[in-house]
């Protein structure tokens, strides 16, 4: 998820216009959406790996999704 995505989420939720990129409020919505990211894409791979476990491209494909928050 990018920052740009989280705004548009923020002024969605709040009806407002874009808001200040150095405003309080944004920075710690940022960082709790990155952090719910990052929870539930590790969520998944682990659930990846739950279900695939012993499959030949199990690791890949849960890592690929671990991959994800690096882009």
């Known amino acids: ?21 150095d405003s ?3 920075k710690i919505f940022v960082a709790f959406a990155k952090q719910v990211t990052e929870r539930e894409r590790e969520a998944c791979a682990k659930e990846v790996e739950n279900i695939l476990y012993g499959q030949e491209w199990c690791g890949k494909t849960a890592n690929a999704i671990r991959a994800r928050g690096q882009a």
Do not use: N, R
Not at 1 to 21: L, N
């Open 1 to 21: 998820m990018t920052q740009d995505e989280i705004i548009e989420m923020v002024m969605q939720i709040s009806g407002c216009d874009k808001p200040e990129y």
């Open 24 to 26: 309080p409020a944004l």
